[in-house]
């Protein structure tokens, strides 16, 4: 169902997988998005299964409200922050959860400070870099951008990702790195490779990759494969 990584000073991060659950097909089965069209009982015992296969309580997680912004929020207790694509904690019990189906995860964890974040960024997300505006969110928190780590989770990769010119332009703008080849010789987006180089700009320099492709990867949910389709879930939390 998913692998959990040792961020250090009992931080742990995780991505779940599609199988496991109790969705019916085209959610089948482990889907965690609530805005997918699936039934919200069956996405309800999802992340209760999920919860448990991690080892945290189900309500102990904050979810975040995404919509392909730059916004971050801070968030105190459990449940739904707002709307936002990247959060940020410093309450211990907290989980936080960013959901993607080809949109890059980002957790990051300042361990010495215990200051947690997630984020969700897509193209527009990685356009307005949105991972960059988490880890200002996690400075103004207490955290220190050189102790910080980041985990990329899995996302569509540049080899896949294939956009119109005009689209890759906008997305290159302010972080070229964004501008990639397809396979097929068309123009494209690498997310994975914009957000490491708006990382390490912003002076974070240990980063972590899953290096899955969603669309290469059969296990994870992928938009652009299999729409309409479930969302995977990463979460970042203290065991």
Not at 77 to 82: H, I, L, Q, S
Not at 107 to 122: E, F, N, P, Y
């Amino acid at each position: 169902m998913s692998n959990v990584i040792d961020l250090g000073n009992a931080v742990r991060a995780a991505v779940t997988e599609r199988h496991g659950g109790v969705s019916g097909p085209p959610h089948n089965s482990l889907n965690l998005g609530l805005g997918t069209g699936d039934e919200r009982e069956a996405v309800f015992a999802n992340r209760a299964r999920a919860a448990q296969n991690l080892g945290f309580a189900p309500d102990r997680i904050v979810w975040m409200d995404q919509h392909h912004t730059t916004d971050v929020l801070v968030a105190t207790e459990p449940g739904v922050v707002g709307r936002c694509d990247g959060v940020v904690t410093t309450e211990p019990g907290l989980v936080l959860a960013s959901l993607a189906a080809d949109c890059l995860p980002v957790l990051a964890a300042d361990t010495q400070a215990g200051v947690l974040g997630a984020a969700h960024s897509g193209r527009l997300g990685t356009a307005g870099a949105v991972a960059a505006r988490l880890v200002e969110t996690m400075i103004v928190q207490g955290a220190r951008p050189e102790r910080t780590t980041v985990h990329l989770g899995p996302a569509i990769c540049g080899k896949c990702y294939e956009v119109p010119p005009k689209m890759q332009e906008e997305t290159a703008r302010k972080t070229p790195e964004a501008a990639c080849t397809t396979r097929d010789g068309t123009t494209g987006v690498d997310m994975l490779a914009a957000v490491t180089a708006q990382l390490g700009r912003a002076g974070v320099e240990k980063i972590t990759t899953d290096g899955r492709c969603t669309l290469e990867s059969p296990e994870l949910f992928s938009h652009r494969r299999d729409a309409p389709t479930g969302r995977f879930a990463s979460f970042i939390w203290r065991s």
